[in-house]
């Protein structure tokens, strides 16, 4: 941090490394930490007391019981070290003791217990507990708001100890973040970023907080580790997507998106923001310029992290400290990199949850959804997140207001598509087939083989002569078109122009095709209408042919198909993929309607499952290696929690597991 200067400190468990407005950063043992000295957590008053300035670490216990045993003390201790990946055996060489209940009482064997571990001080609230026994100094707090249990910071002063809250420094070793980020507790919601890299490995450096303060947060996600894309606005935080030029014209986010404040109330903890392909595009790693494609800790650590949302996908399978990350999906962004880095990942149906706040890539398709390595974590947390509440308007999307019932009304048939199947790699189809095989029996399913492609190619969708794919596809551009006109490339475009001589904005290839070649005569607002009317039409037509309500099912069918790469790797080093054990993960089967297009086309709930992994011969390690596999679930729009309800029952029955982190997602 610029301007810090060295923390004078004798306290035996502490290296301090530098000093700065926003905060402290110092070691412990082998770790480093961040206490967050801007805005403190609570300030605890006492006397008689003479000491100089100084730093020290501090355990508080906030007892939930009037009696405090030493076995409770011994038993929570114990927990908090199990349980917390931030505290350490350092922040118990001093402990702050207190109780959520007034006039409690420490028990004899509590003041021996403490009397006997190696601690420096033991600071008790005088207002808690009277009298304070011998060789334990008072203290009192005065807040009327409880104190989170969990390690801080102290800085030691005459009169007073300052608690700052404290994170642990992780480094992003696989360079899928822009920033950390923490909350600055200014009482109006503002992050700030931790404006810290490792030189030594060239990764931004991650602030995490202590689970433990979050361990008595009734809300539903309390204490949920959570990474956002860098398309989300938060406040104080820049938005860059993944543009230099777009960074140089707008402003630091003087307000969170809402669907991303939403999480925060709830309880989740925002760690970081994660790098997205600019603008949102489906570019390839190679193709990148302004930031460098994140690294996938899968398998030979060169497989691609595929489309927009990667730095989500690729962070999950990365790092354990990480539960869950927020993306987007438009065309493929959230359903790409989960099945190319094993993890779970979801478009939710078209209008479940606001964009507002957001840079849009197409707004009547833009959706969000969550990464997660746990099955049922990811669909508790999608639960609570899409609440009526966050709906899209429906002027927004042009599809009808969405009925999203919680319900246990499953399908009855699993729908196949054969152009889709088999997967490339016969080992990946054999776990596929095993997987719907299990699926099937354990929701009495029938397996009803179709063509999909050629279905929607007989349809009478519309009236014209143009065949209805075309239609549909055509409609989603020019949706496509105007949003990035109105809301991107004209004030972009505009800015750069006035500031720069007329010059055209520094943007990568794809975008300086498009935005030069755009066409205000035919890209309309116009236009835009009649292609939200036209892609209204083909949702009717698919949720009353393919995937339809009925009496006894949210979705009568289940629709599965094949996003990822069918079972052989996709590198992020373009020539790589040319040989015949590889491919391009974005390209799709000859003539087959892509998977990855048919819920944006068609408004409906598309969720990648990680269901195992295979072999690989690694053209970079020279060894065999492991590719996740994974499989796409499709169920009419609305019909979101009713696949999440699926995805639980399967991970009771064991058809579904968490995914580890690291080169494989399952056990070898």
Same mark, same amino acid.
């Given at each position: 941090?610029?301007?810090?200067?060295?923390?004078?400190?004798?306290?035996?468990?502490?290296?301090?490394?530098?000093?700065?407005?926003?905060?402290?950063?110092?070691?412990?043992?082998?770790?480093?930490? !961040?206490?967050?000295?801007?805005?403190?957590?609570?300030?605890?008053?006492?006397?008689?007391?003479?000491?100089?300035?100084?730093?020290?670490?501090?355990?508080?216990?906030?007892?939930?019981?009037?009696?405090?045993?030493?076995?409770?003390?011994?038993?929570?201790?114990?927990?908090?070290?199990?349980?917390?990946?931030?505290?350490?055996?350092?922040?118990?060489?001093?402990?702050?003791?207190?109780?959520?209940?007034?006039?409690?009482?420490?028990?004899?064997?509590?003041?021996?217990?403490?009397?006997?571990?190696?601690?420096?001080?033991?600071?008790?609230?005088?207002?808690?507990?009277?009298?304070?026994?011998?060789?334990?100094?008072?203290?009192?707090?005065?807040?009327?708001?409880?104190?989170? /249990?969990?390690?801080?910071?102290?800085?030691?002063?005459?009169?007073?100890?300052?608690?700052?809250?404290?994170?642990?420094?992780?480094?992003?070793?696989?360079?899928?973040?822009?920033?950390?980020?923490?909350?600055?507790?200014?009482?109006?919601?503002?992050?700030?970023?931790?404006?810290?890299?490792?030189?030594?490995?060239?990764?931004?450096?991650?602030?995490?907080?202590?689970?433990?303060?979050?361990?008595?947060?009734?809300?539903?996600?309390?204490?949920?580790?959570?990474?956002?894309?860098?398309? !989300?606005?938060?406040?104080?935080?820049?938005?860059?997507?993944?543009?230099?030029?777009?960074?140089?014209?707008?402003?630091?986010?003087?307000?969170?998106?809402?669907?991303?404040?939403?999480?925060?109330?709830?309880?989740?903890?925002?760690?970081?923001?994660?790098?997205?392909?600019?603008?949102?595009?489906?570019?390839?790693?190679?193709?990148?310029?302004?930031?460098?494609?994140?690294?996938?800790?899968?398998?030979?650590?060169?497989?691609?992290?595929?489309?927009?949302?990667?730095?989500?996908?690729?962070?999950?399978?990365?790092?354990?400290?990480?539960?869950?990350?927020?993306? /987007?999906?438009?065309?493929?962004?959230?359903?790409?990199?989960?099945?190319?880095?094993?993890?779970?990942?979801?478009?939710?149906?078209?209008?479940?949850?606001?964009?507002?706040?957001?840079?849009?890539?197409?707004?009547?398709?833009?959706?969000?959804?969550?990464?997660?390595?746990?099955?049922?974590?990811?669909?508790?947390?999608?639960?609570?997140?899409?609440?009526?509440?966050?709906?899209?308007? /429906?002027?927004?999307?042009?599809?009808?207001?969405?009925?999203?019932?919680?319900?246990? &009304?499953?399908?009855?048939?699993?729908?196949?598509?054969?152009?889709?199947?088999?997967? &490339?790699?016969?080992?990946?189809?054999?776990?596929?087939?095993?997987?719907?095989? &299990?699926?099937?029996?354990?929701?009495?399913?029938?397996?009803?083989?179709?063509?999909?492609?050629?279905?929607?190619?007989?349809?009478?969708?519309?009236?014209?002569?143009?065949?209805?794919?075309?239609?549909?596809?055509?409609?989603?551009?020019?949706?496509?078109?105007?949003?990035?006109?109105?809301?991107?490339?004209?004030?972009?475009?505009?800015?750069?122009?006035?500031?720069?001589?007329?010059?055209?904005?520094?943007?990568?290839?794809?975008?300086?095709?498009?935005?030069?070649?755009?066409?205000?005569?035919?890209?309309?607002?116009?236009?835009?209408?009649?292609?939200?009317?036209?892609?209204?039409?083909?949702?009717?037509?698919?949720?009353?042919?393919?995937?339809?309500?009925?009496?006894?099912?949210?979705?009568?069918?289940?629709?599965?198909?094949?996003?990822?790469?069918?079972?052989?790797?996709?590198?992020?080093? &373009?020539?790589?993929?040319?040989?015949?054990?590889?491919?391009?993960?974005?390209?799709?089967?000859?003539?087959?309607?892509?998977?990855?297009?048919?819920?944006?086309?068609?408004?409906?709930?598309?969720?990648?499952?990680?269901?195992?992994?295979?072999?690989?011969?690694?053209?970079?390690?020279?060894?065999?290696?492991?590719?996740?596999?994974?499989?796409?679930?499709?169920?009419?729009?609305?019909?979101?929690?009713?696949?999440?309800?699926?995805?639980?029952?399967?991970?009771?029955?064991?058809?579904?597991?968490?995914?580890?982190?690291?080169?494989?997602? !399952?056990?070898?």
């Amino acid at each position: 941090m610029k301007g810090a200067t060295a923390v004078q400190t004798t306290h035996r468990s502490i290296k301090a490394l530098e000093r700065a407005p926003q905060g402290i950063i110092y070691e412990s043992g082998n770790t480093t930490y !961040f206490a967050d000295s801007k805005h403190s957590r609570r300030v605890l008053h006492y006397s008689d007391q003479k000491e100089d300035d100084k730093l020290i670490p501090v355990t508080a216990i906030v007892a939930n019981q009037t009696h405090i045993t030493g076995e409770l003390l011994e038993a929570t201790i114990g927990s908090y070290l199990e349980g917390d990946d931030v505290i350490s055996h350092g922040f118990l060489a001093n402990i702050y003791l207190s109780s959520s209940f007034p006039h409690s009482s420490l028990d004899q064997t509590a003041i021996e217990y403490l009397a006997n571990r190696a601690v420096d001080t033991v600071f008790i609230d005088s207002i808690i507990f009277d009298p304070v026994p011998s060789g334990f100094v008072s203290i009192c707090d005065t807040s009327d708001r409880p104190l989170p /249990s969990g390690p801080y910071t102290a800085i030691i002063s005459d009169d007073s100890i300052t608690l700052l809250t404290t994170y642990r420094l992780y480094i992003d070793s696989f360079r899928s973040f822009i920033t950390g980020m923490y909350p600055s507790n200014d009482g109006v919601g503002t992050f700030f970023p931790l404006q810290s890299m490792s030189s030594r490995l060239w990764g931004p450096i991650i602030p995490v907080p202590s689970r433990i303060y979050s361990w008595a947060d009734q809300r539903p996600l309390a204490g949920v580790r959570v990474a956002v894309k860098d398309l !989300f606005d938060v406040r104080g935080l820049q938005t860059p997507v993944g543009s230099q030029a777009w960074v140089s014209i707008t402003p630091i986010a003087n307000a969170t998106a809402p669907s991303i404040q939403r999480l925060v109330d709830f309880g989740a903890v925002l760690v970081g923001k994660y790098k997205l392909a600019q603008f949102a595009s489906g570019a390839d790693p190679w193709e990148w310029m302004d930031e460098h494609h994140p690294f996938n800790s899968r398998g030979d650590g060169y497989l691609t992290c595929s489309a927009s949302s990667s730095g989500g996908g690729c962070s999950v399978a990365a790092y354990d400290w990480l539960d869950a990350a927020i993306g /987007s999906d438009t065309g493929a962004s959230m359903r790409l990199p989960a099945a190319v880095s094993g993890t779970y990942g979801n478009r939710p149906s078209q209008g479940m949850i606001s964009f507002d706040g957001a840079v849009p890539l197409n707004r009547a398709q833009d959706t969000a959804g969550v990464f997660s390595r746990n099955p049922v974590a990811w669909a508790r947390f999608a639960k609570t997140w899409y609440t009526q509440e966050m709906h899209q308007n /429906s002027a927004v999307t042009g599809l009808s207001p969405l009925n999203v019932p919680d319900t246990m &009304k499953f399908p009855s048939r699993v729908l196949y598509p054969d152009e889709h199947f088999p997967m &490339k790699n016969p080992a990946a189809q054999v776990i596929l087939d095993t997987f719907i095989s &299990k699926m099937s029996a354990l929701f009495s399913l029938d397996v009803h083989h179709f063509n999909l492609t050629r279905m929607v190619d007989n349809a009478s969708i519309y009236s014209n002569t143009t065949s209805p794919w075309e239609s549909i596809m055509n409609a989603s551009i020019m949706l496509g078109s105007w949003s990035q006109h109105v809301d991107v490339a004209g004030p972009l475009i505009s800015e750069w122009e006035a500031r720069y001589d007329g010059r055209f904005p520094p943007v990568e290839a794809q975008w300086r095709a498009l935005w030069s070649q755009f066409n205000a005569s035919l890209v309309t607002q116009e236009a835009y209408n009649k292609a939200l009317v036209s892609k209204a039409t083909a949702v009717d037509w698919f949720e009353k042919n393919v995937l339809y309500e009925t009496p006894e099912s949210c979705s009568e069918s289940l629709l599965l198909c094949d996003i990822g790469t069918g079972g052989v790797p996709s590198f992020r080093e &373009k020539e790589l993929n040319d040989g015949p054990n590889a491919t391009y993960v974005t390209l799709t089967g000859q003539g087959a309607l892509p998977c990855a297009s048919i819920c944006p086309m068609f408004g409906c709930a598309d969720y990648t499952i990680p269901i195992g992994q295979v072999d690989y011969q690694s053209p970079i390690t020279m060894v065999t290696e492991q590719l996740p596999v994974s499989v796409n679930m499709i169920a009419r729009r609305g019909c979101d929690l009713m696949l999440f309800n699926m995805v639980e029952k399967m991970a009771e029955a064991g058809i579904l597991q968490t995914v580890k982190t690291g080169r494989t997602a !399952f056990e070898v």
